[in-house]
């Protein structure tokens, strides 16, 4: 069974820093894609940043600049830095594999103090 155990959230002031991750395993195969979403209540899920085998990134308009993705073969991290309010979310690490099987982590909660 896929497991994806994701690290990392908690309450911060603006300003400040978190680094979330989240590892993966018994995927079954390649790990194509990884990445973060996030998501406030009353709110679609949105893209925070991708990551593919290549070493491509993708970053929302809103992060860049200020959160950095990268990955350890089956460990995704996002460093989050000049965390603003508005971050405050559910951040939901996110797998893809090359059969394009996906699967979602439980979720981690960040909150930015002002």
């Known amino acids: 069974q896929v497991q994806l155990v994701e690290s990392g959230g908690g309450l911060v002031q603006a300003g400040g820093s978190l680094r979330l991750s989240c590892a993966a395993s018994?995927?079954?195969?390649?790990?194509?894609?990884m990445g973060w979403y996030r998501q406030t209540p009353g709110k679609q899920r949105e893209l925070v940043a991708t990551?593919?085998?290549?070493?491509r990134t993708n970053y929302a308009d809103s992060v860049k600049g200020r959160f950095t993705i990268s990955r350890d073969k089956n460990t995704v991290y996002l460093q989050m830095n000049s965390l603003k309010p508005e971050d405050t979310a559910l951040y939901y690490c996110?797998?893809?594999?090359?059969?394009?099987?996906?699967?979602w982590g439980r979720g981690t909660q960040v909150t930015v103090s002002s």
């Open positions: 996110n797998v893809r594999t090359i059969v394009h099987n996906e699967y």
């Open positions: 018994r995927t079954g195969f390649s790990i194509d894609v």
């Open positions: 990551t593919i085998r290549d070493g």
